[in-house]
Nanobody
């Protein structure tokens, strides 16, 4: 079992920045992948950015060049640096971790943190 706790959300004006953090109860380096998802009201949850165990990253097109995902393995923490925020970035942001033991896959979620971008 892995507990994930997000923090860093809030209200910011368009063009501003926020950094989200996700504290994990286990080493982030032991996860197959870690990721940030978001869900806006009445919309489906969508992948924002992910980082693999090897450190490769992937971003959805709408955040490329503005958001950066990173992790501090020593602190068991995942980050999402968000710059040049837009009102359409408003959503609840969730931390996700995926691990596997033999053929069993495990999927863990945090409780979410609200990000609101005003125009």
């Amino acid at each position: 079992q892995v507990q994930l706790v997000e923090s860093g959300g809030g209200l910011v004006q368009a063009g501003g920045s926020l950094r989200l953090s996700c504290a994990a109860s286990r080493s982030t380096g032991s996860m197959n992948t870690m990721a940030w998802y978001r869900q806006a009201p009445e919309k489906q949850r969508e992948l924002v950015a992910e980082i693999s165990r090897g450190g490769s990253t992937n971003y959805r097109d709408s955040v490329k060049g503005r958001f950066t995902i990173s992790r501090d393995v020593a602190k068991n923490t995942l980050y999402l640096q968000m710059n040049s925020l837009k009102p359409e970035d408003t959503a609840v942001y969730y931390c996700n971790a995926k691990s596997s033991v033999w053929t069993t896959l495990y999927d863990y979620w945090g409780q979410g943190t609200q990000v609101t971008v005003s125009s």
